[in-house]
């Protein structure tokens, strides 16, 4: 979850994020701030609104300008399998996309997926290119409060979150080969791989620095635009871990190779809130908070977290900002 905190940050202590689903066992094993320089790939996902949209229980409720657009434009970096990915015929599928079909039935309006990097998402939100980033983003009081993670100085207008999943973060290795890791101090000196600008990317920086505070070498990290990036650099033998959020990380476990390309190793930390950034004081915030609360009592949401096998990070609450 993680991941995907620099922006997912002080990630350090929190995209971290993910799934005790998947944690366990990884028998489930299914189981990121504007301008981007990727094509903008506009991907509804199918929520359906009514035909009358006025029979949608929360449509009321959204601002004007929303309800005149019947759309919802999502910020998203559409590359981080289950969240949110590309099937083999190019619809956006995974646990961000369905549940916005889910909310799109309470809102009586569609979401649209648009695809950016995660490191330009929360600019691209506060140009307005987006209503929401709905990217597997960890909530973080530095993201709260427009905060640079790494520096500690202030980069611009912070956001609100409505926190709808809980994650970790999770290393990872080619299958049979660990190189003695099991934890995140056995890493210094190591070469690693994470997507940039993510809670794995601050914490593997904030071990480096404690590997060369206790006279260690350093770990040699290598951030990539986006996580399967990072793992086709780990699968070539660029590096020797990776980091990424656990529901990621058991998917790719899963999945990769038919099961044969990586394992994880050791245990997920640092686990923290996936939210739905909005821009500060926007009057859909409170709307969607609502709705997300919906589909959690009739159950939509928990056949979302079943299907993709991250039940274990499912919460019975959506909340407003509960990111430390």
Not at 66 to 77: M, P, R, T
Not at 114 to 132: H, I, M, P, Q, S
Not at 141 to 155: F, M, S
Not at 246 to 252: G, I
């Amino acid at each position: 979850m993680t991941a995907r905190t620099s922006c997912r940050t002080t990630a350090a202590k929190s995209r971290m994020a993910a799934v005790g689903t998947i944690a366990v066992a990884g028998a489930l094993l299914l189981t990121a701030c504007g301008d981007q320089t990727k094509s903008t790939d506009s991907s509804p996902s199918s929520s359906s609104s009514s035909s009358s949209e006025s029979k949608a229980p929360l449509f009321d409720q959204l601002p004007k300008a929303i309800q005149d657009a019947g759309v919802i434009k999502v910020g998203s970096d559409i590359a981080y399998p289950p969240v949110e990915f590309k099937d083999t015929s190019g619809k956006t599928v995974g646990i961000d996309p369905d549940l916005a079909d889910a909310l799109g039935k309470q809102l009586g309006v569609k979401f649209e997926f648009e695809n950016g990097t995660f490191d330009t998402l929360v600019t691209g939100l506060r140009a307005k290119r987006y209503d929401l980033v709905m990217s597997a983003m960890t909530d973080t009081k530095d993201r709260q409060n427009g905060v640079d993670g790494d520096t500690g100085k202030k980069v611009g207008e912070g956001v609100d979150f409505v926190d709808y999943f809980t994650a970790g973060v999770s290393l990872y290795t080619k299958k049979g080969a660990d190189n003695g890791i099991s934890k995140w101090s056995d890493l210094c000196g190591k070469k690693m791989v994470v997507q940039r600008a993510t809670v794995s990317d601050d914490l593997a920086k904030a071990e480096s620095a404690k590997c060369v505070a206790d006279g260690k070498q350093k770990i040699s990290i290598e951030a990539f635009d986006n996580d399967q990036q990072a793992q086709t650099r780990l699968r070539s033998g660029g590096a020797v871990v990776g980091a990424s959020d656990f529901p990621v990380t058991a998917y790719a476990v899963k999945t990769s190779g038919g099961g044969k390309d990586f394992q994880v190793v050791g245990e997920q930390v640092e686990a923290a809130p996936y939210g739905i950034a909005l821009a500060k004081n926007n009057p859909l915030t409170p709307t969607l908070l609502t709705a997300m609360n919906e589909i959690i009592k009739n159950g939509e949401y928990g056949k979302v977290m079943t299907k993709w096998g991250v039940a274990d990070g499912a919460v019975t609450e959506a909340k407003l900002n509960g990111g430390s």
